[in-house]
């Protein structure tokens, strides 16, 4: 079974920085294009950036563009999520997603995702 596990999330003041990582195990990691999404209390879940799978090749949404980065080490098979100047608005869950092969960049493409991790960014 493929699973998909966040860390570092926490409370940052705006402006600050915080790296998130998901270790995926259960599968074979260079299969997996991989990304992030994050979803506020009471609002739908929101594209973030995704990975190819060489990890070459970087697309982000508008909001976090010049702020987030999104990198992956495909031999410890984990994918990182930098964050920097970080805004209130930042703040929700973050969820590492995955899908076989292909892109994506809304929900209802990803096969698999992890728990998720809170972020909250303090103005």
């Known amino acids: 079974q493929v699973r998909l596990v966040e860390s570092g999330g926490g409370l940052v003041q705006a402006g600050g920085s915080l790296r998130l990582s998901c270790a995926a195990s259960g599968g074979t990691f260079s299969e997996f294009v991989m990304g992030w999404f994050r979803q506020a209390p009471g609002k739908e879940r929101e594209f973030v950036g995704r990975?190819?799978?060489?990890?070459?090749?970087?697309y982000y949404a508008d909001s976090v563009k010049g702020r987030f980065t999104i990198t992956r080490d495909n031999a410890k098979s984990t994918v990182s999520l930098q964050m920097n100047s970080l805004k209130p608005e930042d703040t929700a869950v973050y969820y590492c997603?995955?899908?076989?092969?292909?892109?994506?960049?809304?929900?209802?493409?990803?096969?698999?995702w992890g728990q998720g991790t809170q972020v909250t960014v303090s103005s």
């Open positions: 990975i190819s799978w060489s990890g070459g090749s970087t």
């Open positions: 997603a995955a899908r076989y092969y292909r892109d994506f960049r809304s929900p209802s493409e990803v096969r698999y």
